[in-house]
């Protein structure tokens, strides 16, 4: 029933930012969630970059990205974001964002709820 929809990747130049929303139509399972933003390039697996819990608001992060990158969402929680600064080439990837019940988990097999994703090419 959840539907989840980011918009925001595009091409960028190594240094540079990006922020990246993902949009929610439809209830969350219960009060008691977690919105992750996972990342994919091509060849590699899916890997955790950020999670935010729907019931005060903690935020985690990977340490690669820890101190560059800053998840939020709006005031009434249907909108979450993922401010990118000082952009890597590694940090190339398709970005999901996905939500699962209960605790944050940074394993991508324990959400339910996945949006088709937002490409992030960063150049040299």
């Known amino acids: 029933q959840v539907q989840l929809v980011e918009s925001g990747g595009g091409l960028v130049q190594a240094g540079g930012s990006l922020r990246l929303s993902c949009a929610r139509s439809?209830?969350?399972?219960?009060?008691?969630?977690?919105v992750a933003w996972f990342r994919q390039a091509p060849g590699k697996e899916r890997e955790f970059v950020a999670a935010?819990?729907?019931?005060?608001?903690?935020?985690l992060y990977r340490d690669s990205v820890k101190g560059r990158f800053t998840m939020s969402r709006d005031n009434v929680a249907i909108t979450v974001f993922l401010q990118m600064n000082n952009l890597k080439l590694e940090d190339s990837a398709v970005y999901y964002c996905?939500?699962?019940?209960?605790?944050?988990?940074?394993?991508?097999?324990?959400?339910?709820?996945w949006g088709q994703g937002t490409p992030v090419t960063v150049s040299e």
């Open positions: 439809g209830r969350a399972p219960n009060s008691f969630y977690a």
């Open positions: 935010l819990r729907s019931i005060g608001g903690t935020v």
């Open positions: 996905a939500l699962k019940s209960w605790m944050p988990t940074m394993n991508p097999g324990d959400y339910a709820n």
